[in-house]
C-alpha cells in the first residue's frame, strides 16, 4: 500500500477510494468500523520509537495518530459540508492545531515557496471556552480566533476571509493563505464566500 501511494501521490487516494465507493452505506461504514479499530490496535501496540514510511520521512507514532485524526476530522467536513449540517466541536482539535504548526514549513514546500523564517504563534479559543497559547512564545506574530475555524482553515475547509480569524504581521497573514495540515499538493482550497460565516 505504501508503495502504490509513493508511486502515485497525487491519484492513489482517489484510486483506492474507487472500490469503496462502489460499496453499499452500511457495508462501506462497516469497513470503515473495521479499518478504524485495526488502526488503534496498530498504534498501541506499536513498539517506542517506529516510524512509519509516508509521502515524506517516515512520521513518528504519535504524530501517524494525530495525521489520522486531522484527515477524519478533515474529511467529516467535508460530509458535514456536503449534507448541510453541522457538528458540534471538541478539545480533540487541539491535535489539528498542534500538527498545523509542525506542518507550517511544509505548507510552502509544497507549493514550491522558501519555508518561512518569521516565528508565528497561535492563541486560539477552545471549543470549551478556554484559550489555547501555542506556538514560539517569542513570535511577535500572531493568530488570533476560533480554534475550529483555524483547523477549517488549515485544512482548507474555509476560506479564511469566511472566518473571524484576524493575523498580525504579514507573515501570519500569508501562513492563513498557504498553509495545509496534510501532505500532497494544496490543491484548489475554497473560494471566498463559499460557505458562510458561522
Known sequence: MVEAALADPEGYVDTAAAPL???PPGALLGRWCEASAALRSALL???AGTRVPWFGP???VPSKATARLMETWAHGQDVV???GTTRRPTDRL???VHLALRTRSYSYLARGLPAPVTEVRVELTAPDGGLWRM????AEEVVRGDAEEFCLVLTRRRHPADTSLTAEGPAAREWLEVGQTYAGGPG?????GQFPRR
Open 135 to 138: 506556538g514560539p512564545d517569542g
Open 21 to 23: 465507493a462502489a460499496l
Open 188 to 192: 484548489q482550497g475554497r473560494r471566498p
Open 45 to 47: 501496540d506499536a513498539p
Open 94 to 96: 487541539r491535535h489539528v
Open 58 to 60: 517516515p512520521m513518528s
Open 81 to 83: 459540508d456536503a449534507l
